[in-house]
């Protein structure tokens, strides 16, 4: 993912919230948007946008930024 890419997505910071707020937070945003950067750093955010987009049929990539820390780019069809 480059920074071009990221402008791109509309971006989530959900650093600092605790599971479920962060896959809350994406579901959320990507009621109004086709294209999602989420940015969390709990350890269960990964799971849950995981589950969470494959319940909708959204494709997503991972991409560490830094040690404990998720970024998740969220996109629907």
Known sequence: MTAADDAAALV???RGMRCPWPALRLARAMREAADVLLIADDPQAGREVMA???EHGWSVA???ATAGEGRWRVTRP
């Open 12 to 14: 989530v910071d959900a």
């Open 52 to 54: 969470l987009a494959g």
């Open 62 to 64: 991972a991409d560490a």
